[in-house]
Each structure stands twice: as structure tokens, then as C-alpha cells.
């Protein structure tokens, strides 16, 4: 179950925000503000008591984040301190993106399992790189056999990638041909007991150079084995894909909405990055990268749509993110304190 998180004194400006969009705000804004909180105004009052009537958005025990985000802390501080933090703040889950913590000192495999579980957090997958043109990198498809040791070493029931089918180039046979080498990775994971995983850009959403009526994440769900190759959508991204392409290069729309894709496939996606922007069409993304709370992307919609599901609430894992939060442990920790303050609506 989702641990107590510690009180979080900017969350009624943010909870009275969405309120004013519409979406329902936290069931316990009140108890997590503490008695000397300012008195909360009414747009607060109503989003609470709205809020009481449903049970948590969030599923209990499933909230994670990459910890890319909080780079910064770890480089510096160590993996120590930053678990500790993330212990305070309510956090279930880990997601690596790499295993030194610089200044800190070396720190073996062992140690680092033992460390996330001495704070109550479980190290539920890591990033690792697709290719490289080093022979001795450290990817899939140079060291496939030392990437999947290191990943059981730590416990992790998923090990992926954040790169994306491009290696080949961005043609329907490229992406057929990265697709057999995912096939390859996801069958020696699930040889061990994993499940092999790619992370989703805004790119992955564009056509096929060579036939722009194919959309290339499509060639990518069709052409990977389901019971072998999993997706990881990186909601934010998935967001900007569709304002960068519902439409083709002729000039034809192509809309698309990135939640159907999970409701048609719901098991092809264990992990998710909940990651927020602000919706500004002057941005060639479509969106300006915001802590989880502060946006325009409707968490409360899509987890609940996803969670709602027949057998699916415990199903996935939610990784909030930030590729460059101006102070990574308060973005932790206002994404957490949002996130769990959310509630269905009735």
C-alpha cells in the first residue's frame, strides 16, 4: 500500500487550479496542509468535499519515478539520501537510469538492491540504451547477456529502453527489422522472469518515410511479439506526438488519442511515465514540461480510465517524471503529494 507522505504547503493553490479546470481535486487537501495552514477558499472547500466521495485515483502501492529526474541529487548527494527522500515522500517504486552515483562513491548492485528496500521501495525497472557503435557498450545490443544479468542482480521485474526504432532508419522495413531485435531482447528477459520494455518520444507517433499513410508506432505494436515486447508510454510524449502529427505530410488529418491505445491493449503496458506540460501551441512540442500537478494533461482521467479497467487497478506502474524540474526533490515531492491527493469521481 501507497505509503503516508509528508505535508505539502503549496498543494492548495495547485488543487484550487484544477479545480478551476474541472478535475477533481485532493479527498484530504486539509489533513496533508496541517493545522497551520491558511484557511483554504472556497474553490478548495468544494474541490475537497467533491473529492471525499471517491477512492484514490493513484492505486495503492504503484506510484514510482525515473530517477533521470532527480540525476542531480544522485550525482551528488548518493542514492542514500535520495531514497530517504523519496521514503518521506511517499514514493512505492524506483526506476533506474544508470547504477553510480558519482561523488558519492562506488556502490555495488547488492548494496543498491538492499538500499531501496531498506527505504520500501521496490526497483521496478531501469533504462538502458537500444545500440551503440561501441562494441563494448553497455546496451542491448552490444552486452545483451551483462544488461540482464545487472537487471535480475537488482530484483527488476522490467528492464527497457528509452531509445527509440530508429537504428535502421524510419522506413516500414527499418522498423520491422528493429522490431525482430526487441523480439530478441524480450524473449532472453522473459527467459528470466522480465518483461522487455521501450519508452515512447514524441517521435515515435510521425509516418514512415517510405509510405507516410503508416504511422510508425503502429508498425512497432504490430510487428513486436505481445506475450514478449512491452511499452512504457511516456504520457507527456505521447501527448506532444498527437500535436505534432494528427496530420500526415500530404496534409490529410490522422488524429489519434494516446489513452486508446492502452484501453485496446491494456496488458502491453506495465509502466508508465506520468510526466505534465502546459499546453502552448507556439512550443514545436505542443507543450512546455511542468512538475505533475501544474499542467494541462488530465491525470485524473487518464490513471482512472486505465485502473478502472476489469483486473487492470494493480496492473501497471506509475513513474512521475520531469526531464529538467527546477528543483528535482520539490518536484518529487509536490508530484507525489498531487498524485495522491487525487480521487474518482462518483
Known amino acids: 500500500m501507497s505509503r503516508m507522505f509528508q505535508p505539502d504547503p503549496e498543494l492548495t493553490h495547485r488543487l484550487t487550479r484544477r479545480g478551476m479546470l474541472g478535475v477533481a481535486a485532493g ?3 486539509a489533513a496533508m496542509l496541517g493545522a497551520t495552514s491558511a484557511p483554504a477558499t472556497a474553490a478548495t472547500q468544494a474541490a475537497d468535499k ?3 466521495r471517491g477512492r484514490p485515483v493513484l492505486p495503492p502501492g504503484r506510484l514510482g519515478i525515473q530517477l533521470y529526474s532527480l540525476r542531480d541529487k544522485v550525482s551528488t548527494l548518493g542514492f542514500a539520501p535520495v531514497f530517504a527522500e523519496l521514503e518521506k515522500y511517499g514514493y512505492d517504486e524506483v526506476e533506474f537510469a544508470g547504477y553510480t552515483q558519482g561523488s558519492a562513491g562506488p ?3 547488492a548494496q543498491l538492491r538492499r538500499l531501496a528496500r531498506d527505504h520500501g521501495l521496490n526497483p521496478i525497472g531501469s533504462h538502458v540504451g537500444y545500440y551503440a557503435d561501441d562494441p563494448n557498450a553497455y546496451t542491448f545490443a552490444q552486452n545483451l547477456t551483462k544488461v540482464l544479468d545487472d537487471a535480475q542482480a537488482l530484483g527488476l521485474k522490467h528492464i527497457g529502453t528509452a531509445s527509440g526504432p530508429f537504428r535502421y532508419g524510419s522506413t516500414v522495413d527499418a522498423w520491422k527489422r528493429a522490431a525482430e531485435e526487441f523480439n530478441t531482447y524480450g524473449a532472453a528477459a522473459k527467459a528470466r522472469g522480465m518483461k ?11 509516418f514512415a518515410t517510405d509510405n507516410p499513410k503508416v504511422r510508425l508506432y503502429d508498425v512497432l505494436l504490430r510487428e513486436t511479439d505481445p506475450d514478449l515486447v512491452f511499452l512504457e508510454m511516456d504520457i507527456f510524449w505521447a501527448y506532444s506526438g498527437q500535436f505534432r502529427f494528427s496530420t500526415r505530410p500530404d496534409g490529410t488529418h490522422a488524429p489519434f488519442e494516446p489513452l486508446n491505445y492502452v484501453l485496446k491493449q491494456p ?3 506495465p509502466l508508465f511515465h506520468v510526466k505534465d506540460g502546459v499546453s502552448d501551441p507556439a512550443d514545436t512540442y505542443g507543450y512546455r514540461m511542468t512538475d505533475v500537478g501544474d499542467g494541462d494533461i488530465d491525470y485524473q482521467k487518464f490513471i482512472s480510465a486505465v485502473t478502472r ?3 487492470e487497478r ?4 506509475w513513474q512521475a517524471e520531469h526531464d529538467q ?6 518536484f518529487a515531492r509536490r508530484s507525489s503529494a498531487y498524485l495522491h491527493s487525487l480521487r474518482e469521481k462518483c
Open 196 to 206: 522487455f520494455y521501450q519508452h515512447n518520444h514524441s517521435e515515435e507517433f510521425s
Open 325 to 330: 524540474p527546477a528543483e528535482s526533490f520539490t
Open 267 to 269: 496488458h502491453r503496458y
Open 309 to 311: 479497467l476489469r483486473g
Open 314 to 317: 494493480l496492473a501497471h506502474h
Open 50 to 52: 467533491t473529492s471525499r
Open 107 to 109: 556502490i555495488t548492485l
Open 27 to 29: 479527498a484530504t487537501a
